[in-house]
């Protein structure tokens, strides 16, 4: 990784320091946006985010915008967002366009929708995926996401527990979870038989385990729990399938929730373990932890 595309997480760790050092163990988390932008931002920059303000925006989640007549900035961000975990993100996001972006593009306005979330603009560099790496490192730096995870079993009951933690989604839980664990795993996302989007962690890549979702519309295996798209106790806990399921050299041990009220299901897989297979949960907590499912906000969530 080269000195530039490395600069979302050195400047999501500057302000992960000052945080860390300034505030106590009760009140660093979840991290407060909002407050970070309007209160250090004037400490950094002669050119600061002076607003940070909700509103109606139709088909955008967030926006960050230049005064036209000042040397100062705005966040803006759509109040018709339910999910707070959704928006949660998304502020961070666009403080990540004003650290990273605000004067290395010539932009004065930074609009970001769904569309822009998922990030299928393949130019580079991608300043989508550059402000989402941003987000995930300041909402979820690794040094705790460590402390959250380390020697625990894979659940979905962890999952919400940091999601709750960082107020952040489920998704962007799992998918931070991926780099941290020690086996080879994959997230997928799917609906109606097919992947929206699958991630694999450095390990199943090295491996060749992956869905090139980006390049082809990929089915859900017909033996698996994700196939049947409903919530059960048993796809929740997890089930290991033989090979020939999901790939035909590994077994998986397959962990799938599933949303009634977005019709999508995520998945993880971990391939050649039985570890962390035993969690037992009611099925009235399906739609909660996906409920801000959607928020599905990088180029990089899905396989080239």
Not at 39 to 54: C, G, M, R, W
Not at 271 to 276: A, I, P, R, T, V
Request: aromatic share 10%; net charge negative; with cysteine.
């Amino acid at each position: 990784m080269n000195e530039e595309s490395r600069r979302p997480i050195k400047e999501a760790n500057r302000i992960t320091r000052l945080l860390d050092l300034g505030l106590n163990a009760s009140a660093r988390y979840p991290v407060d946006v909002k407050k970070v932008a309007l209160e250090l931002t004037p400490s950094f920059n002669a050119d600061p985010i002076t607003t940070v303000q909700a509103g109606s925006m139709g088909k955008i989640d967030g926006m960050l915008a230049r005064h036209p007549h000042k040397d100062e900035w705005a966040i803006f961000y759509n109040q018709d967002i339910a999910h707070k975990g959704r928006t949660n993100f998304t502020l961070a996001h666009e403080l990540g366009h004003y650290f990273v972006h605000r004067n290395q593009i010539s932009m004065s306005r930074f609009e970001c929708g769904e569309s822009d979330m998922l990030d299928e603009n393949k130019d580079f560099p991608n300043i989508e995926t550059e402000a989402n790496i941003f987000a995930a490192n300041l909402l979820m730096p690794n040094h705790d996401f460590r402390t959250q995870v380390d020697g625990e079993p894979f659940s979905f009951d962890l999952m919400q527990h940091c999601a709750c933690r960082y107020d952040a989604s489920l998704t962007a839980v799992v998918l931070k979870w991926l780099e941290f664990s020690k086996n080879e795993v994959i997230a997928i996302l799917s609906e109606d038989g097919f992947m929206h989007w699958s991630k694999s962690n450095s390990r199943a890549l090295r491996s060749g385990r992956y869905y090139a979702t980006r390049k082809e519309c990929i089915e859900i295996p017909a033996g698996s729990l994700a196939f049947k798209a409903g919530y059960t106790s048993q796809a929740r806990s997890g089930v290991i399938h033989s090979t020939g399921i999901w790939f035909p050299d590994a077994e998986a041990a397959e962990f799938s929730i599933y949303s009634t009220e977005h019709e999508k299901t995520l998945t993880v897989l971990i391939l050649e373990s039985s570890n962390g297979h035993n969690n037992e949960s009611g099925v009235e907590n399906a739609d909660q932890l996906l409920e801000d499912i959607v928020t599905k906000i990088s180029r990089d969530f899905g396989q080239e």
